[in-house]
């Protein structure tokens, strides 16, 4: 049985969802009632409670390997030593994925076993700096932004990492330099990938002025030999607008000083609201609302060529311009916080949408969540890609309609937004 959409209170997805199910299930009852002796109605209801004391058992049982493999998260001795247990918990996690077919319910699994690893790795690299004699880790602040930040982490997203500092010392690269060995090592970050760091003065330039022309990429630092003197490095640029706007808008806190980082989402809250009225943030909206969808002129499938020839990339062509949709939306509607499903229970509050597409676009998010899952449970490996040929009738209705809705709320994005670009 599918994990109910949403959470508590006021949420459409939890009163609709609910309501459904208890439709379903009184009607069933209604029928067997009906038609049955009471000895068959007696044994449907046992049927029924042994099922549930199943299902019930299972849950109990993945907690304790869940908790297992934290445990081995927070003993881990090195930061190559977490690859393991993080491989571990996608195994749970797609298992629990296949039993209950609830994307919210793995992306909470593995949003919590990220922020396990990426703490533990900022553990390590304090200890590795004790150790080779650099001194104490210096005050800062750990921020992410991506899937992590908007609660929509699978078993194989990537995000992107900001390590902001207080004061600018030798020890804060020094630790950045760990820091990002740890990353690497933990598979969390590629082989030449680096988390953006600066100060807070650095981050609230590049949110104002975002990056200089020219800038060489940066390289995966060496390990520093004990004793080793720092060298100073340049803060990690950025590499594109639509980056800077997702590193504003979809940013959260993960460990290190929180008053730190407090001012440094405060810093990003207050650029966006100074560049949604102008032209860039325009000219964006703009490529955002003519983002190609899977779907194309005559309900035919926009399939790929090359390694993937045939297949439809769901990440590509339908989730992203999705999440992107939303959201623009969002901060054009004073939206700031939380990730795609509560921006569009937002829109939907403050009237920007009607309770149909609101609906609609909730289950698309379900169903673009559902594929993206199961590609990476296939490929053991980050995308989204499906073959069409591969669906039944029922998920070949479910992604036109997903789809449909995605395509209702670019015309939306484009009535409300066109005319000012």
């Known amino acids: 049985m599918p994990m109910l959409l949403g959470s508590k209170g006021e ?4 009163w609709r969802a609910s309501t459904v199910l208890l439709e379903n299930l009184k009607t069933r009852l209604e029928r067997k009632w009906e038609s049955s002796s009471s000895r068959a109605a007696e044994s449907f209801l046992t049927t029924l409670m042994d099922t549930l004391r ?14 297992v493999v934290e445990e081995e998260i927070a003993h881990a001795e090195t930061a190559s030593a977490l690859v393991a247990p993080q491989q571990r918990h996608r195994e749970l996690a797609a298992a629990h994925f296949r039993r209950r077919r609830s994307p919210l319910a793995l992306c909470g699994a593995c949003s919590r076993l990220h922020d396990l690893v990426l703490k533990k790795a900022a553990e390590l690299a304090e200890e ?17 932004s991506g ?44 082989e030449q990938e680096t988390p953006w760091h600066g100060s807070l003065s650095e981050w609230r330039s590049l949110l104002k002025n975002g990056n200089g022309k020219g800038e060489a990429p940066p390289v995966s630092p060496a390990p520093l030999p004990p004793f080793a003197a720092a060298e100073r490095q340049r803060a990690t640029p950025l590499p594109e607008w639509r980056w800077r706007l997702e590193s504003m808008a979809d940013l959260a806190y993960v460990t290190g000083f929180e008053p730190l980082a407090d001012q440094a989402v405060g810093a990003a809250a207050l650029a966006l609201r100074e560049e ?6 325009f000219q964006l909206a703009r490529r955002v609302i003519s983002l190609p969808l899977a779907l194309g002129r005559f309900g035919r499938w926009r399939l790929e060529q090359g390694e993937h020839q045939g297949e439809i990339d769901i990440e590509r062509l339908a989730l992203s311009p999705l999440v992107q949709l939303v959201r623009i939306l969002s901060l054009k509607a004073q939206v700031h916080e939380g990730g795609t499903l509560q921006r569009i229970r937002a829109l939907l509050y403050r009237g920007a949408m009607d309770v149909d597409l609101a609906e609609r676009l909730l289950k698309a998010l379900q169903c673009l969540l559902t594929l993206r899952i199961e590609s990476e449970i296939r490929s053991e490996g980050a995308g989204g890609y499906a073959n069409p040929e591969d669906f039944d009738p029922e998920q070949d209705a479910r992604l036109r309609e997903a789809l449909e809705a995605v395509l209702n709320l670019q015309k939306i994005a484009y009535q409300n937004m066109v005319g000012q670009v």
């Open 147 to 190: 899937d992590r930040a908007r609660g929509e982490q699978t078993l194989y997203s990537r995000n992107r990492y900001l390590l902001l500092h207080q004061l600018d010392s030798e020890r804060f690269y020094l630790f950045s330099r760990q820091f990002t060995l740890a990353l690497q090592q933990s598979g969390l970050l590629g």
């Open 54 to 67: 199943a299902e019930l058992d299972y849950e109990g049982q993945l907690d304790q390997e869940l908790a």
């Open 128 to 144: 590795r700096m004790r150790e080779l004699g650099q001194g104490t880790a210096p005050v800062y602040a750990l921020l992410v």
């Open 11 to 14: 949420d459409i997805l939890t």
């Open 276 to 281: 949604l009225g102008r032209d860039p943030f």
